[in-house]
């Protein structure tokens, strides 16, 4: 092992030292939401091109992503049903190829709900990290989705779950919704390390609320924004094993 290799292992075993609580953004970060996303876009599609509805092939996975996005961004720190937002971003849609048909739309939500509720697994090395975890931090959940972790299988693991819909639309990185998080872990701020995939929401949220960060970076991507995290690691494993090794030293 370099000199280097040991001097950033001995940063790292630092990071978790004084951790009380830790909490986990969801989506992407214990199951592989963006995939399933995809898959459910393209069924609605394919049932639309099925139905000869779809002329000249307009709505496309990625018209549809982006119909969402804007509706998103336009009700941004308001959002408490994300399912009647994925109704209205396929309502918009189909409005834009002069179709305007109820049953059609909650037909389409029905199906893109179906597809994303089919296969839903927690990434093969959540569970057993977690159980590791559990032993001895209090565990929860700080999610801008609506995804339960008992909807991925995972049950009697979390100590609590937050989830911004629950809380009038306020989203990370709102500080407000980490200090929730804070509350609910029943910890100071510093003695919380928030562990997610985005680092915008997750670390660049966690920052500003005096919070410790874990950037889970499973396709090793370059960063998109100029954000330091506390810790930079490829699965949730590797929290665990840096746990083990506090532990053994
Ligand atoms: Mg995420």
Known sequence: ?????????TWWLGVLEGVKAISFDVDDTLWDFDSIMQSALSAVVEELNLRGLNLDFRITVDSLDVTWQNLRDHQKGQITDLVQLRKDSITAALKQIGITDRLLTTELTDLYFRVRHENNLPFEDVLPALNVLKEHFTLGTLTNGNTRPASLGIDGIFDFQVLSVEHGGMEKPDP???????????????????????????????????????WVNRRAVHPSINVTPDIEVATIQELADLHLRNLAN
Do not use: K, T, W
């Open 1 to 9: 092992m370099s000199i280097y290799s040991i001097a950033l292992l």
């Open 176 to 214: 407000r919704i980490f200090q929730i998080a804070v509350d609910e872990a029943g910890c100071q701020p510093n003695e919380l390390l928030h562990v997610g995939d985005h680092l915008e929401y997750d670390v660049l949220g966690a920052l500003r609320s005096g919070v410790r960060s874990a």
